[in-house]
């Protein structure tokens, strides 16, 4: 069971209008159960253990239980991950335990500016120069041939 | 028929996909759509901040060419992708995209995604063309950037692009649906940017029960592009060369970095290096048996070769070059102990930052890699353009990269633009120009944005469609819900059911076939003329009960679409191998009756599907180098 959700932990995103796990998941797997308000993976053969439900959910209710066709039981791999960073735990079957700890971004959320501050060196929609070039190619013209 | 509200959106330019390849067309289009007073519209089957290939997020950039230092030249990036691709390449694609694929990067790292830097602030190597990034944010950093230039507003997520929409022969937009409400989308266009992504679950994966959809590529790619140019009539290209990956085996961790910035080996059960030991081999594969780097399907070749003779398992040495790089250290225990520390973290980062299931198997298995060597295998096949294969729409490259002799075959008008008009492929859509991977696919998307908006200004004529067409397409989109509503209270057991079958047992029978007959992990990648020829007559039945697909709800009816969109790839896949008798990429597949690499085949092999009569044709193009003059 890829990734399962923890229903003593998940409370169905209640005060969102949409769950996070729902929204987020890129194969449609997620799914709220309405009578029990809680959510599950309603096609765990078909999941990619990407983590992103995993990630995204508020109240840390999903895990991944790693394929059971080819994993053995015991590990456990566990995110947290903040606006710029990301802690990854890693519990082996024996009980080692590592910890890593990555950048994620290093501009603040939601501040990506398209043209990365640099301007556009043709304004002739038939001229190879793409928007921000030659400048943020670093080059003083586009290539072409000789 | 299942009662669906259907919604109409009208637009200049149609995005559809959301992957590395859309999001930079979005950027792109943006600027030059506010110019020109257009309006451009995306629509993504998920979430664009986690969507496509990247949705868990990537530990390197793939492509790199380094103009603006002058580490490598545009003929150094056409040598290496034709050579890797066994002379198959359309060198004006590959140098269009290499051209501008360096300043996709910058823009990434200014949209905020960490790029390792040295000490000097150079970026940091992970091979020639390759650098090393904390990627886990990849795609939610292009993601916004894109979201950014287009607005919310024209972005439509969960919605399932299924059919092309047409105006004679040119393309004029997309019809889908929602997989959370019930609606029907018609969007109408002048110029459509094709980026969905390549795909996968067309073969059989080598794991069969929960770990079905660990395969390497991601199971929500499910050959959408493909499915899209191909009905809409385009020329495709390369549908025979799918691509193989060699991982770690059954999580599919990348090995990159164990191979290029480890230096790690692999060998057999005997401990035997058959990159040496069964280096004869490669005469038979000259010229490219002889160039460096060794192409991706050699290398794989002979491996496979051991693999066949029994000799596995194969196995990464990671105890091994871990105790190479000990090694420099010997006399400086301190150094050595830092140095560790780093490589650990650079190791499990890679798997942490793309294939977070290689750190569970790891850890499930108690693996350190300094002490233990870890299996490695041959994956099953994918359809990858961008990567190491290269099936996709045949396109037109721009008209400065042309010659004398290229122009007539390889330009007609509009860069990277199908042969249908109004269609425009980038990423894993568009064929023949493999190598772009993430950066290069955005660049792609880029270029396709511009040219489609320039496609746009010289054609402003509003498309044209028939309402009659439209009401077709939606019964035909929707049939699988009515198919379920009218049966389902038959049988005691839902999912089986003499009138129709659902979408997983679909997706099995094509894998099956696939499997046997189309050189899969179980033939060992072998196929044959015989085989292909079955596999074809079996396939038939399998297009015929398509339209016997029931669907319960909206997500099946995805799934069912995902599966007639696998289907039309697994067919053109299935003619292109038949059409070209020779073996050209043994590491690939090995057509076992025509087992050598033929000099006539140097030759691009195409095929259009005609929608007026349903017929395939299958043509040959002529190869034409421009790398002597970049
Ligand atoms: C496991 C793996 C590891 C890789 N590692 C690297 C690496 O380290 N470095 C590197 O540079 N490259 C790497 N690549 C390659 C890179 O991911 C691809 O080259 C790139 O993502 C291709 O871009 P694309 O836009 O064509 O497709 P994608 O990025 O896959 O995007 C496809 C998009 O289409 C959407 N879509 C699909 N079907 C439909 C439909 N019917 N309707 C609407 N939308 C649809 C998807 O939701 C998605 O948004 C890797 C690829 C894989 C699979
Ligand atoms: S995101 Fe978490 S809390 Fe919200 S529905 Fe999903 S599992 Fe439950
Ligand atoms: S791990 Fe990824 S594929 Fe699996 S359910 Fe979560 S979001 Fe979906």
């Known amino acids: ?146 | 028929m299942a009662n669906f509200e259907t919604k109409e959106v009208s637009t200049d330019l149609l995005i559809v996909g959301g992957g590395m390849a859309a999001t930079g067309a979005a950027v792109e289009a943006a600027y030059w759509a506010e110019k020109n007073g257009l309006k451009v519209t995306l629509v993504d089957k998920a979430a664009l901040d986690r969507s496509g290939a990247v949705a868990m997020g990537l530990s390197a950039i793939n492509q790199y060419v380094g103009l603006r230092d002058g580490e490598n030249t545009l003929k150094d990036y056409v040598d290496y992708v034709r050579n890797d691709l066994m002379g198959i390449t359309r060198e004006d694609l590959v140098a269009s995209i290499a051209r501008h694929v360096d300043s996709s990067v910058h823009l990434f790292e200014k949209w905020g995604l960490p790029i390792w830097k040295d000490e000097d602030g150079k970026y940091v190597h992970e091979g020639r063309w390759q650098l090393m990034i904390n990627g886990e944010s990849y795609k939610v950093i292009l993601a916004e950037a894109a979201k950014n230039a287009l607005g919310m507003d024209n972005i439509y997520e969960r919605v399932f692009i299924t059919e092309p929409l047409m105006d004679g022969d040119k393309c004029v937009g997309a019809v889908g649906f929602s997989v959370r409400d019930n609606i029907f989308y018609v969007f109408k266009a002048k110029a459509v940017v094709v980026a969905m992504g390549g795909a996968v679950h067309v073969f059989k994966p080598r794991s069969s029960g929960e770990g079905l959809g660990r395969a390497w590529y991601p199971p929500w790619n499910s050959g959408s592009s493909a499915y899209f140019t191909i009905k809409s009539g385009c020329e495709m290209t390369c549908q025979e060369v799918r691509f193989i990956p060699v991982r770690f085996k059954d999580a599919y961790g990348p090995v990159g970095a164990w191979f290029l910035l480890f230096k790690s080996r692999a060998t057999t059960g005997t401990d035997e290096n058959y990159m040496l030991t069964r280096r004869d081999e490669l005469e038979n594969w000259l010229p490219y048996g002889k160039v460096k780097p060794v192409p991706a399907n050699l290398r794989n070749w002979l491996m496979m070769l051991e693999v066949m003779e029994g000799k596995g398992p194969i196995y990464m040495r990671t105890e091994e070059a871990i105790a190479n790089i000990a090694d420099k250290f010997k006399d400086d225990p301190k150094a050595f102990k830092k140095k560790m520390k780093e490589l650990e973290s650079e190791a499990w980062e890679d798997f942490l930052d793309m294939t977070i299931s290689q750190a569970i198997l790891w850890a499930g298995m108690n693996v350190a890699p300094e002490e233990s060597k870890s299996e490695i295998a041959a994956a099953e096949p994918y359809f990858i353009g961008s990567h190491s294969g290269a099936s996709g729409a045949w396109v037109s490259g721009p008209e400065d990269l042309q010659t004398g002799e290229t122009r007539d075959e390889y330009f007609w008008g509009y860069a990277h633009m199908a042969t249908v008009p109004g269609i425009f492929c980038a990423g894993d859509a568009s064929g023949a120009s493999s190598h772009k991977f993430s950066s290069g696919s955005h660049a792609e998307g880029r270029i396709c944005a511009k040219a489609a908006i320039a496609y746009i200004v010289d054609n402003p004529g509003e498309p044209n469609v028939d309402p009659a067409v439209v009401e077709d397409l939606k019964a035909t989109i929707l049939k699988p819900l009515d198919l379920f509503e009218q049966h389902k209270d038959y049988s005691s057991d839902p999912d089986i059911h003499p009138e129709y079958i659902v979408p997983k047992m679909f997706m099995f029978r094509l894998q099956k076939i696939m499997d046997e007959y189309a050189g899969g992990v179980s033939s060992q990648f072998k196929t044959s003329k015989p085989l292909l020829e079955r596999g074809m007559h079996l396939l038939t039945f399998l297009k015929e009960d398509s339209e016997k697909l029931a669907a319960r709800d909206l997500h099946e009816l995805m799934r069912c679409w995902e599966n007639i969109h696998r289907m039309w790839q697994a067919e053109a896949h299935i003619r292109t191998i038949l059409f070209r008798e020779e073996t050209r990429w043994p590491g690939y597949y090995f057509r076992a009756d025509t087992p050598k690499m033929s000099k006539d085949w140097e030759v691009f092999a195409n095929c259009i599907w005609h929608k007026d009569t349903g017929e395939w044709e299958m043509l040959k193009r002529p190869i034409y180098h421009i790398h002597d003059k970049l």
């Open chain 1, 1 to 146: 069971m890829p990734s399962f959700v923890i229903l003593e932990k998940c409370d169905g995103c209640k005060a969102l209008d949409k769950t996070a796990c729902q929204y987020i998941c890129p194969n449609d797997l997620l799914v709220l159960n309405k009578e029990t308000e809680k959510a599950y993976n309603r096609d765990p053969s078909m999941c990619w253990e990407c983590y992103n439900c995993v990630k995204i959910c508020p109240t840390q209710a999903v895990e991944v239980r790693g394929y059971a066709d080819f994993v053995p039981l015991g590990p456990a791999v566990t995110p947290l991950r903040s606006t710029d960073r990301i802690i990854w735990t890693v519990k082996f079957r024996n009980g080692t335990l590592k910890r890593f700890n990555f950048p994620i971004r290093t501009t603040e959320e939601g501040k990506a500016v398209p043209d990365g501050g640099w301007s556009t060196g043709t304004e002739d929609l038939k001229s190879p120069v793409l928007f921000t070039e030659p400048d943020s190619a670093g080059l003083p013209e586009i290539p072409t041939l000789k």
